[in-house]
């Protein structure tokens, strides 16, 4: 499906009935990144999932500039309004972890729950910044293809890439079908991205910290971090997973989030 928000049209799709939960998909993928999550989230559960694509991504429109993270917010909360939902429970991994951030800080009575997944709420240092440029440059110059060879090992373990089918293909096909454009806005605002460790103490609801034990783009220490300022928090590290741990051990990161979501919103 595609609506009409903020001036550009935004693709989503949402399964079940209950309390929503919108998921935020990671950089430079797309809303089927979750397809893992639906059945399992869905099944004996009244719980309505959302799953939009960011501007620049899947179905959604490809408009030119940079994507700030407060920008990607934003649609979030237009989205919400056309769906007439007031408040909501939230998911976002990487940079869909960022836009949360971004989110909270204008939204915060809006959210209800938050599920962090392989992010971090630092913001970039020079040398990130000047990678994320170099990035964006390769984006424009060769292409997806040149960005999913470049990112591919950074965010799949050594014994997930080796795998000729599955997971490792699936995710190199979902980063092929970005466009340059959407690619080097999304880069661009990530690296103006605000830094969040001072929002930290003062998130007030709920929140669960999902941590890929083999990340090194958000190391276990940021999740760490997290979990330790936010108040209510607790993290769940996954075993044999990287940066992308929902999409590696769908199993692991399915059972963390049904058991969090069991024990928080669904319980009252």
């Not at 809303?31 to 719980?47: D, G, V």
């Not at 999304?186 to 999902?210: E, F, K, N, W």
């Not at 990340?215 to 590290?237: G, K, N, W």
Request: aromatic fraction near 6%; include cysteine.
């Amino acid at each position: 499906m595609r609506i009409l928000v903020n001036g550009i049209h935004m693709g989503y799709e949402e399964w079940g009935t209950g309390e929503p939960l919108v998921l935020l998909h990671a950089f430079p993928c797309n809303r089927s990144m979750w397809a893992h999550q639906i059945n399992a989230l869905t099944h004996n559960r009244r719980l309505r999932v959302i799953t939009p694509d960011f501007r620049g991504f899947g179905e959604s429109d490809v408009p030119e500039g940079v994507y700030l993270m407060e920008m990607l917010a934003d649609d979030i909360a237009g989205l919400l309004d056309v769906l007439q939902i007031k408040h909501c429970m939230l998911g976002g991994l990487s940079m869909g972890g960022y836009a949360i951030f971004a989110f909270y800080r204008k939204y915060p009575a809006r959210v209800r729950t938050l599920i962090l997944a392989d992010t971090r709420a630092q913001a970039d240092t020079e040398e990130g910044r000047a990678r994320c440029e170099e990035a964006a440059q390769l984006a424009e110059r060769e292409g997806s293809r040149a960005i999913a060879e470049h990112y591919l090992p950074l965010m799949l373990t050594a014994a997930t890439l080796q795998e000729p089918t599955g997971t490792s293909a699936r995710l190199r096909a979902m980063m092929e079908a970005a466009t340059a454009t959407g690619i080097a806005g999304a880069l661009h605002g990530m690296a103006l991205r605000l830094d969040s460790t001072d929002l930290l103490p003062q998130i007030g609801c709920p929140t669960l910290v999902i941590a890929g034990e083999q990340d090194t783009l958000s190391p276990l220490a940021d999740a760490q971090l997290m979990a330790e300022r936010i108040p209510q928090a607790q993290l769940v590290t996954i075993a044999h997973a990287a940066h992308l741990a929902n999409l590696e051990q769908p199993g692991a990161f399915n059972q963390a989030l049904s058991s969090f979501l069991d024990q928080t919103v669904l319980s009252h």
